[in-house]
Each structure stands twice: as C-alpha cells, then as structure tokens.
C-alpha cells in the first residue's frame, strides 16, 4: 500500500527486515483506521514480528479494506472484545487526533502498550493525562513519528551522526510540505479541534527529528506562526506554519510544513532536512530528486573527508519497530524513551498554542 502521491496513505514497506521476536511472542490489535498511517505502523510491527490478530473500527468499509491488506486478520464486533482479550499485547491506533488520546488510556487500563498515529494529541490535557496513566502502568505509550522511524535516508542520518561523522549538531532544518487533496479528506481534517492544527499534526514530525539529531531532552518554543493562504472553504484550516526553536544543549532549529505541495511534484511531499555540525552537515531528501530521478532516501554527506551521496533505500531497514517490540516485553527504553515521545508531543503543541495567526484581506487569496 505504498502511494507516493498520497502522503494520508502512505504506507512503507521494509526490504532489510530483521525479526526482534518468533511467531505468536507479540500479538497485537488495530483500533481507529481514521488515517492511513495504520498501515504503516502495521507494516512496521509485523516486520519486526508482531502478529497483527484482529481490527475494530466502527466504519465496515474500512475494516473490510484492512482485512483484504492483512489477510487472516479477524474483524472484531467491538472495541471491548479486543481490549479484554488477555493475549493482545498491544493497541495500534489512528483514530480521529482528538480522540486518540481516550484510546490510549482504555488500552492501559486494560493492560496493554499503546502505539498511536501522531499527533498523539490535540491538547495539553491529554498529554498530561497520558503522562500520568504511563507513570501508574509502567505500560509503553509509542508515537509513529514516521517521517524519521520509516524513512530510512532518516535512520541513516541518526546514525552517523551517533558515529561522530558531521561532530557536534548545531542546527537542523527541516521541511515538511505535504499535498492536500481536499476532495479525498474527511470532514475532521479542516477542524482544527480534531487535528489538532498544523504544526501540532505534521510539525510533530519535525519537532521529533530535531530533538533526535540534536541529542537534545528539551527545546524552547521562540516563535511559531501560521496561516491559511488556499483554503478559502474552509476559514479555520490552516495551510502554511513554521516555527524556530533553541534545544537545551545549544543546538538551533527553523522548520516550515505545508499543505500546498502543487500537483506536478512525483510524490505527495518534498520532505528534506539539513543537519548542520562542527565538522560537516547532512542534507536528506527523503522522498523524491526532483528533476532528477523519483526515487527516495537520498542522503548527502558532507565533512572533511569529502562529498558522498547515499542511496538508503532497502539498505538501512528500520530498527525502531523492532526495539520497541522488545521494549514492551523488557521494559527497556532503547527504541525511544517515553520522555522524548512525550516531549515532541509537547512542544508541538506549546508551538501551535502560542502561534501568531498571519491575517490578510480576503481579496488576496487566489
């Protein structure tokens, strides 16, 4: 189910696949196919060796869908008979952004690790109430950051910077234009109350990925901002936001996302970033060469050795869906530790909280 064009079903699948656990030693659940990324995150777990068993979602069309892609898989009559089912391991969630949250909390309630679309939330409320449920179970509440967990130019970056190979991180830039297609949205897409807004949604990706290269715990939130320059239909959508950000440990951060990818780009987002170090930097196009060729997972390396271009695709595998398995089981943090989901998710949603809103006459819009 990989869809270029479409960034909403954008489903990766791994070629260097590494199994973390045997058949039937993590059965897991999917709750909530609101968004297409519960394929990818699926995808990811059943690579690494979980055993997707059943799919609730009040919608049949959807779970008949869901059911065709993994074939095998039962189709529950109701959330409960999945979340009292004592062998689930696991709940895999992307239901509407505002409501995810209350999913992830039943799932601890009942015993059971939480792996959710993000944005995992849509106020700060919740993350606090998550924060709370996590501290109280010792139970794993995972976020899908995927444009950096199931991209492996992504991957690749991290690790040679862990391997020292640009030195100290002092900045990173990132982009994140995505295409809209509104005539294929559901109406929750153009309520900011249900997705949370725009650097809370798809600025959570970048967010994540700055405070991953940077090493970094914490960040502040110096300025944000957003608009909605295309969406004369809806008056509260919002298309364009950036904002700039300072980490704990020096490292500096600008990042821009969009909904105005234009129709002639080979694939649904020209996602990049630019990691900036004391002795090289690292640019990743992650999704698409444009002009050149449409491929993804380039990643260019520059230091003091020279100029080098990697081609990451089906070489560098992704390792997080593995680590986090085996986290769940050992109680381990190695994937990523419940503060860094946690915090991504919250200066997210400190940006878009406190974001200037561009205003501009009416007759400007095209």
Known sequence: MVNKSDGMNYAPKGEKIVRTVGEGEFPFAAIGLD????Y???NGLIEAGGNLVCVYDPDPQKVEQFCSTYPGVKAALSEDEILKDPSIKLIAGACI?????ELGLKAMDHGKHYFVDKPAFTKMDQLAKARKKTEETGLKWGIYYSER???ESAVYAGQLIEEGAIG???QVIGTGPHRARPE???????DPERFGGILCDIGSHQIEQF?????AKDAKVLHSKVANYSFKKYPDFQDFGDATLVAD???TFYFRVDWLTPDGLGTWGDGRVIILGTDGYIEVRKYIDIGRENTSNHLYLVNHEGEQHFDCSGKVGFPFFGDFILDCLNGTENAMTQEHAFKAAELCLEAQQNAIKIEFPEHSYK
């Open 35 to 38: 968004h297409g990324h519960i």
């Open 40 to 42: 990818g995150m699926c």
């Open 97 to 101: 952004p505002s409501e995810r949250y």
């Open 149 to 151: 967990l199931h991209v």
């Open 168 to 170: 100290r991180v002092v």
């Open 184 to 190: 294929g949205r559901p109406e929750w897409f153009f």
């Open 211 to 215: 405070l991953h290269f940077a090493g």
């Open 249 to 251: 440990n020096g490292a």
